[in-house]
């Protein structure tokens, strides 16, 4: 095997740095940070954890953005296909920063935190391209990165007993509802949501708080604190996607199989349709069909069918590219996505992916992968 | 870190133990498996199969990346270990027990070229 363990020195950190070195993580470059990958007890026993109690995240690496004027929601939903005039204050939704091309610059969520007041959580690696985004697009609204926050993620089917005990008023919350908090005399923002399939909460905390908040979290025996590798492992059980792996500003929304994302009012046919970036190619897109889809693959062998594999039929003409893919430590066997010709996008549709010269047998398959368990109320 | 006396070592973290019939046994170290973390598949070369020194002639995938093995010196493959196959995490729990496979090599003399346990030590900074 070869060594992995190139280091660069000019990573940024997070405000929980040294209690990832405390806890024993293993520190990989993630994004310009310096993110733990893992801590000592691995990734399948942390990706299971997460399942059965509940896990810790460090997810301060992400950008944290508030968006605010009297016009915030109109200009906002030039940029993401939803009905953000509709959301109601207190309320969160997933969403997408469409480009002109009907392509994807990040995706995000963004959540109605008072009238003329939204918060959105972006993807590290896009920060700097989605806030200048903003800037280029909106010019009534104020645009305030927050940076001297940090964000957790606390999820898996005991998040809620221990938010019980941490902040009680937070289980008013249902899934994909947000609000402001009082934890310890700080300002806290919370929101029942997460990206691992789980019930959860996600926890914008002030940065010199964030250590001993979380270190009180990880005193509750259902808490371990989990890393990127069980994050990446649980999304994708869950069928979410990565951006910049499994979309980026050259995929279509059509093709990523997002077209869900776009508010039903926002739609060709829907009460404000169009009037966002892109608008014109997407429901072209859908109009007239994709020639390739983001699916789901069940790998029907023990073999990882990894990132980058090439998808073909069976007469191994070239059919598709896996963008995910990895061991389910749920499932005990390898699950994948990536992007197929539409011609075999059916769920249930055989094909094969390409690993080491082999052909390995690989079914079209239904996400998630494993049941959702959100907090519905 | 574990790293016994008896055995010899790669650069890429194979280990090699000699045997008494001019074979040799071939695992991952130690230090390989915990880099890997949890190995949830591996891909063995089968029997009769032969490989010049520091070709790729294994794989082992962890949850996270999948990892090619290097043949530590030129010959015929002739055991694979099907139990290690069958439960690939017991490379995990047990490096130098949960061998990959035996080979068959052109000249057993260059074992004694490879790494020494305390050669192999420094190698990885133990």
């Not at chain 1, 810790?56 to 953000?84: C, K, R």
């Not at chain 1, 990040?106 to 959580?121: E, G, K, S």
């Not at chain 1, 069918?305 to 061991?327: H, Y």
Request: aromatic share 8%; proline share 4%.
């Amino acid at each position: 095997m070869a060594d992995t363990n190139s280091y660069s020195s000019d990573l940024k950190t997070t405000p929980l740095n040294e209690l990832h070195e405390q806890l024993g993580a293993k520190m990989v470059p993630f994004a310009g940070y310096s993110m733990p990958v893992q801590y000592p007890k691995g990734v399948k026993t942390e990706h299971l954890h997460t399942r059965s109690s509940a896990g810790l995240f460090d997810v301060s690496h992400m950008g944290q953005v508030i968006v605010e004027g009297p016009n915030a929601a109109s200009e906002l939903e030039q940029l993401i296909p939803l009905d953000l005039e509709a959301l109601a204050v207190g309320s969160q939704s997933y969403g997408l920063f469409t480009n002109d091309q009907g392509g994807i610059i990040d995706d995000l969520i963004i959540a109605r935190w008072q009238q003329n007041t939204f918060f959105i959580v972006i993807n590290a690696a896009c920060k700097y391209k989605d806030i200048e985004h903003l800037r280029a697009h909106i010019s009534e609204s104020t645009i305030t990165e927050l940076t001297d926050r940090a964000l957790l993620a606390l999820q898996g089917p005991k998040a809620a007993n221990v938010m019980q005990s941490i902040c009680p008023q937070a289980l008013q919350l249902k899934f994909m509802e947000f609000g402001e908090f009082t934890v310890q005399g700080e300002s806290m923002f919370i929101s029942r949501s997460g990206y691992t399939g789980e019930d959860g909460f996600e926890i914008s905390v002030p940065a010199q708080l964030a250590r001993s908040f979380a270190e009180h979290i990880l005193s509750f025996d259902e808490v371990e604190p989990i890393g990127l590798g069980a994050r990446d492992s649980l999304r994708l059980e869950s069928g979410l996607c990565l951006y910049g792996q499994d979309m980026n500003d050259q995929t279509n929304v059509i093709e990523a199989s997002l077209a869900w994302s776009i508010h039903k009012n926002r739609r060709a046919n829907g009460s404000k349709a169009g009037n966002f970036l892109g608008a014109d190619a997407i429901f072209a897109a859908q109009e007239s069909g994709v020639s390739k889809k983001r699916v789901g693959l069940s790998v029907e062998s023990k073999t990882p069918v990894r990132s980058g594999t090439l998808l073909v039929d069976a007469n191994s003409q070239e059919i598709g590219e896996v963008t995910s893919g990895g061991f389910s430590p749920s499932l005990e066997k390898p699950i994948a996505m990536g992007y197929v010709s539409s011609d075999f996008a059916k769920v249930g549709t055989e094909i094969f992916a390409l690993v080491r010269n082999k052909l390995i047998p690989v079914t079209i398959a239904k996400t998630p992968f494993v049941t959702q368990n959100y907090y519905r109320g | 870190m574990n790293i016994p006396q008896d055995l010899r070592y790669t650069e890429s973290h194979e280990w090699i133990r000699k045997e008494a019939d001019g074979s040799i046994t071939v695992g991952i170290t130690d230090h390989a498996q915990e880099a890997l973390g949890d190995i949830v598949f591996l891909e063995l070369p089968s029997v009769g199969k032969t490989f010049n020194a520091g070709d790729a002639c294994a794989v082992v995938e962890s949850v996270k990346a999948a990892s090619d093995i290097y043949a530590p010196l030129s010959g015929e493959v002739i055991a694979n270990n099907d139990a290690a196959v069958s439960a690939p995490e017991s490379v995990n729990s047990d490096a130098y027990g949960s061998w990959l496979f035996k080979m068959k090599p052109a000249d057993i003399s260059k074992v004694d070229a490879l790494l020494t346990a305390d050669a192999y030590a420094k190698t990885i900074g133990a």
